[in-house]
Antibody, heavy 123, light 107 residues
Framework: QVQLQESGPGLVKPSGTLSLTCAVS?????????WSWVRQPPGKGLEWIGE???????NYNPSLKSRVTISVDKSKNHFSLKLSSVTAADTAVYYC????????????????WGQGTLVTVSS | DIQMTQSPSSLSASVGDRVTITCRAS??????LNWYQQKPGKAPKVLIY???SLQSGVPSRFSGSGSGTDFTLTISSLQPEDLATYYC?????????FGQGTKLEIK
């Protein structure tokens, strides 16, 4: 059973950098999956931020690409998110999730999620 | 980016009712469509992937259909625990995008 747990500061000052880590247990970064970040502003819908694979390959949402860096530390079985130049609009619950490729249908799905962590941008 | 549009945005139904939620993509995404359920204060949970495949452990009252641009999530007999917001998500190309959500309330 794969488990994911987000951690990091719950409060970030405007213009600062949001930094979160997702610890993965029960799964391996060498298994070929991708590992994603998704966020949800209070009372709003879901927005995909980006993803990373075991070798460090990344895909980012173009709307955030200039401010986002996702990295992986296989030795610690965790991956991280950095979002720079934050504003109040970046206040959200941030989730990490595993992106699984289903061998039968060839589709991908976010099958395991962390419980989420609220990050508030405020001075 | 592919735009995903769900309807309705909210609906209220009674226990035992058949409930249908629709999702439309701005371009053809074949069958690369997933459905998620998000209960209040919880992370989303995948229900359906590949438009119609039921995720392991999900009750069989949930089903999905469609291909191309039009998709449907059906709950055959609504249960009290189905109170949640439901999201569709395209898995055709990055950036993965979600519908705006359908909030399901129990009468």
């Amino acid at each position: 059973q794969v488990q994911l747990q987000e951690s990091g500061p719950g409060l970030v000052k405007p213009s600062g950098t949001l930094s979160l880590t997702c610890a993965v247990s029960g799964g391996s970064f060498s298994s070929g999956n991708w590992w994603s970040w998704v966020r949800q502003p209070p009372g709003k819908g879901l927005e995909w931020i980006g993803e990373i694979d075991h070798s460090g390959g990344t895909n980012y949402n173009p709307s955030l690409k200039s401010r986002v860096t996702i990295s992986v530390d296989k030795s610690k079985n965790h991956f991280s998110l950095k979002l720079s130049s934050v504003t109040a609009a970046d206040t959200a619950v941030y989730y990490c999730a595993r992106l699984l490729e289903d061998n039968i249908t060839g589709t991908t799905l976010l099958d395991y999620w962390g419980q989420g962590t609220l990050v508030t941008v405020s001075s | 980016d592919i735009q995903m549009t769900q309807s309705p945005s909210s609906l209220s139904a009674s226990v035992g009712d058949r409930v249908t939620i629709t999702c439309r993509a701005s371009q053809s995404i074949n069958s690369y469509l997933n459905w998620y359920q998000q209960k209040p204060g919880k992370a989303p949970k995948v229900l359906i992937y590949g438009a119609s495949s039921l995720q392991s452990g999900v009750p069989s009252r949930f089903s999905g259909s469609g291909s191309g641009t039009d998709f449907t999530l059906t709950i055959s007999s609504l249960q009290p625990e189905d109170l949640a917001t439901y999201y569709c998500q395209e898995s055709y190309s990055t950036p993965w995008t979600f519908g705006q959500g359908t909030k399901l309330e129990i009468k």
